[in-house]
């Protein structure tokens, strides 16, 4: 059902001639996604999924949008006239889903994803973030520091 | 369906816990119902205590002292003409006040009225309030945009820039909290040499840690408590653009900001969302740096006869309200026009002493008879009333902030947001860590 639900809010994206409604959808669909993560025993990747892409980024999105003057792109006509190549695309994408899906099956032979018996997700993740991944965290948070840097920079009337 | 109510009376999980569905219905609804009554309350209190601030007497004509008020404000709203601005987005304006309230709401799912007390304990219950109060912020833009008028979009723009600026101190403040949850040591400065350095999200836990290290969070580590629990505060009177950071919807400058163009119904609901959602994060900071559901010096006085003394304090307060109704019955004019108020209030004393009285029976008849259900009743009792009592001082303070302060011009809020609250935030973090680490 939240499968559905994510694949309905993903279509209601693509399709709606409303900016807005768009953005509306894909807030639908990120919290149907937080609702799959819940179902494969991640909290943790849940609730942060909650805050930071429904909570931060569609706030950015739809800030974004009304900043945007609209009424001229709701009035163009939607160019479709190479659909034959964009559906072989996505035939091809479906063939590569299903492959991927076939060769995946030994491993979750009861279709069912087994409950962690070890320590809490978020546990797990401070341990792996502190302690494995530790470099990729400090380039992540150094590439972020870039970008605020840039957004800075671009705002400023004087250097 | 019988079996489902009859088999959770006695355990001590939540339902969530116990996978009980009618229990977490029940819960569900009797929270609704709370926090419904409790904002009309808080409508009555601010009108009565705003005026009293300002040495002028507020609503006294509709019911004795105006109690009746916000029962007619209610009727007033909900029999107003609907009214949708022409070129407005109809979807979009319908939904707007829907999300904003689903967000104030769906926070008390994880808010700890007790050991037990809660709809669903989560692991991770802080995370998922921060994350449904940061949703809020969508209500308020798409409100602002459906409009399609430019006080109500400079208003939602506005506010929803300032929800966001002051999200970011909030969350640092409340992980300032959670840091404090995994030291595991007695007392003030206490940091046991056994902590393993693993703490808690859940509420519940947040709270029997303060239990377990015999000190609210507030004065941990002295300073620091203190001024994470300071920039929480302010953080959450800014995140429900509250005053003195209301200029979003003062009515001065931008009319009426993001609702101005919602009336009646629609508008009662950006009402309810609004005071719904300041109960909501005043219940996050009682649980966090209060001691939740703990009444005073719960280690320091413990033992069974400091329990029944501190057992008898919801009575008492409400035999205390219903002294305070006598006496305005007593004070009321002589007049026969008051006759009708007169009588009223001398019903509505009754009626609270009549409470007072029946929660005075409850620790009594327990102390007496010591009967296994009316023992858990009393500490039931006793949590739900020390965690309401506590939220109530916030509700007060709110109004306070309200009456006294000036507002805030927006440039001078976002300043303080992030150039003040956040460099100090960041400070109290690093400094809680150390000192965690060290001591």
């Not at chain 2, 809660?118 to 833009?141: E, H, Q, R, T």
């Not at chain 2, 709110?398 to 303080?416: E, G, H, S």
Request: proline letters at 4%; aromatic letters at 12%; a positive charge.
């Amino acid at each position: 059902m939240l499968s559905g639900l994510a694949i309905a809010g993903g279509l209601l994206v693509i399709t709606r001639r409303n900016a807005v409604h768009s953005a509306l959808a894909l807030i639908v669909t990120l919290l149907a996604v937080a609702g799959l993560y819940l179902m494969l025993y991640a909290p943790f990747v849940a609730g942060v999924q909650i805050i930071v892409y429904a909570g931060g980024i569609m706030v950015l999105f739809l800030f974004v949008i009304m900043l945007v003057s609209l009424e001229r792109t709701v009035k163009e006509r939607q160019f479709n006239r190479i659909w034959p190549i964009g559906l072989l695309a996505s035939c091809a994408l479906l063939a590569l889903f299903f492959s991927v899906f076939e060769k995946g099956k030994k491993l979750f032979e009861d279709r069912l994803v087994p409950a962690p018996t070890e320590s809490v997700n978020t546990q797990k993740i401070g341990e792996m973030l502190y302690g494995n991944y530790m470099f990729a965290f400090e380039i992540a948070s150094l590439l972020l520091l870039v970008a605020i840097l840039g957004a800075v920079i671009m705002a400023k009337k004087r250097i | 369906m019988l079996d489902q109510f009859m088999s959770y009376l006695g355990s001590t999980l939540t339902p969530g816990q116990a996978n009980n569905q009618l229990w977490a219905l029940i819960y569900v609804l009797i929270i609704f119902a709370g926090v419904s009554v409790a904002v009309m309350a808080m409508n009555w209190l601010e009108r009565k205590a705003l005026a009293h601030f300002q040495v002028r007497l507020g609503p006294m004509r509709v019911g004795p002292h105006g109690l009746l008020q916000p029962i007619a404000d209610a009727v007033k709203l909900m029999i107003k003409e609907d009214i949708i601005p022409s070129e407005a987005d109809k979807f979009v304006f319908w939904i707007a006040p829907l999300i904003g309230l689903l967000a104030a709401f769906t926070v008390y799912t994880v808010v700890p009225f007790g050991p037990s007390q809660a709809v669903s304990d989560m692991n991770i219950g802080i995370l998922f309030m921060l994350g449904v109060s940061s949703l809020a912020v969508l209500g308020v833009v798409m409100a602002g945009w459906a409009s399609n008028s430019h006080y109500p979009l400079i208003g939602a723009l506005r506010s929803s820039a300032q929800m966001v600026s002051y999200e970011v101190a909030m969350g640092l403040a409340v992980v300032c909290a959670i840091l404090m949850t995994s030291l595991h040591g007695l007392g003030l400065y206490g940091v046991s040499k056994l902590s393993d350095g693993t703490g808690t999200l859940s509420m519940i836990g947040i709270v029997q840690a303060q239990q377990e290290q015999h000190v609210w969070f507030l004065f941990k580590f002295f300073p620091l408590g203190l001024i994470a629990f300071v920039i929480f505060a302010i953080a959450m009177v800014a995140e429900t653009n509250r005053a003195p950071f209301d200029l979003p919807e003062a009515e001065s400058e931008l009319t009426a900001g993001f609702h101005t163009e919602y009336s009646g119904l629609r508008w009662s609901l950006f009402m309810l969302a609004e005071y719904a959602a300041m109960i909501a994060v005043s219940s996050i900071a009682v649980t966090l740096w209060l001691g939740g559901w703990l009444r005073p010096f719960p280690n320091l006085l413990a033992g069974p006869t400091w329990d029944f003394i501190f057992a008898l304090f919801p009575g008492l307060t409400f035999l205390g309200l219903g002294a305070i109704a006598f006496l305005g019955t007593v004070r009321m004019p002589k007049h026969p026009y008051f006759k009708i108020q007169t009588i009223g209030l001398a019903a509505f004393g009754v009626v609270l002493a009549g409470i007072g009285v029946l929660l005075l029976a409850i620790p009594i008849a327990a102390k007496v008879s010591n009967h296994d259900i009316l023992n858990r009743s009393t500490e039931a009792l006793m949590n739900v009333y020390w965690f309401v009592a506590k939220v109530a001082v916030f509700m007060y303070l709110y109004i306070w902030y309200r009456a006294t302060w000036p507002r805030y011009r927006f440039d001078q809020l976002m300043k303080v947001g992030w150039k003040v609250m956040l460099p100090i935030s960041l400070g109290v973090l690093i400094l809680t860590a150390i000192v965690g680490v060290i001591l």
